[in-house]
C-alpha cells in the first residue's frame, strides 16, 4: 500500500523526538512503534509490521526516541525512555491520531517501553516484536539478571508477542490476553517477514475489531 512518509520533530522532556508518519486513507485505528536499543525505525522487522498495519486500515507512526535523534547509540535510563515515548504517543492523541483507537508496540527494547506506558497512552492493544524476555548470562557473572516477564504480565490490553524460534532472550509464554506467535529466526526476526506480517495481520483485527 503506497503512503507518504511524514517526518515530524516531537518535543519532550528529554529532547525532541522525531515522528515518521504513514498515513492511509480513512484510518480505523492507528499503531505507534518504537526501535531497539541500537537500532532504528527502518529495522525490517518494524517495516514489515507498519506494512501489515496499513494493510488492515491503520495509520502507523514510527518514533525515534531522542537518545537516538541526537546520534546516540547507548538508550536512555527506563525512566527517561517512558517519559519520553508518552510525551510524545500524548502529542500524537492530540493532534494527527485524534480520535482514532490507539495500539502501541515496538521491537525489543521498544516493546518493553511500550508495555510499561500502555495505560499511560491510553492504547487499546500492545504489539511487541522481539521481546527481550531473558537476558544471556554474562561470561563474568554467575547471576541470571531478572526475567522482564513482569513487563508483560502487567499489560492486561489484547497483546501480540512474534518471536524468533532461536531468540537468544527465549520465548514468553501465551496467556488469555497474550498471543505469542513463534516465527522461524533469532532475534533479529530478518529471516521471514511475510511471517512477521502475517502474525500482525491475523492479529489486528482481533484486538481492534472494526467499528460499525
Not at 118 to 135: I, M, S, T
Amino acid at each position: 500500500m503506497e503512503h507518504a512518509d511524514i517526518t515530524v520533530p516531537a518535543d519532550t522532556p528529554y529532547g525532541p523526538a522525531s515522528v515518521h508518519l504513514q498515513p492511509v486513507h480513512a484510518p480505523r485505528a492507528a499503531l505507534v512503534l518504537g526501535h531497539g536499543a541500537a537500532g532504528g525505525v527502518n529495522a525490517p522487522d518494524l517495516v514489515a509490521a507498519a506494512e501489515a498495519a496499513r494493510a488492515e486500515g491503520l495509520t502507523v507512526a514510527l518514533v525515534e526516541q531522542p537518545y537516538r535523534v541526537a546520534g546516540r547509540r547507548s538508550p536512555a535510563p527506563a525512566g527517561q525512555l517512558d517519559t519520553a515515548w508518552t510525551a510524545v504517543v500524548s502529542g500524537l492523541r492530540r493532534a494527527a491520531l485524534r480520535g482514532l483507537p490507539l495500539a502501541v508496540g515496538g521491537r525489543s527494547l521498544g516493546a518493553r517501553v511500550a508495555c510499561r506506558t500502555a495505560e499511560a497512552a491510553g492504547a487499546v492493544a500492545v504489539l511487541c516484536l522481539a521481546f527481550p524476555l531473558q537476558p544471556p548470562r554474562r561470561r563474568a557473572s554467575r547471576n541470571e539478571a531478572p526475567s522482564r516477564l513482569p513487563e508483560l504480565e502487567a499489560v492486561t490490553l489484547p497483546t501480540l508477542v512474534i518471536q524468533g524460534e532461536r531468540d537468544r532472550f527465549g520465548i514468553p509464554p501465551g496467556s488469555r490476553r497474550r498471543t505469542v506467535v513463534v516465527v522461524p529466526g533469532d532475534h533479529g526476526l530478518k529471516a521471514d517477514l511475510a511471517a512477521v506480517g502475517a502474525a500482525v495481520r491475523d492479529w489486528l483485527p482481533r484486538a481492534i475489531p472494526a467499528g460499525p
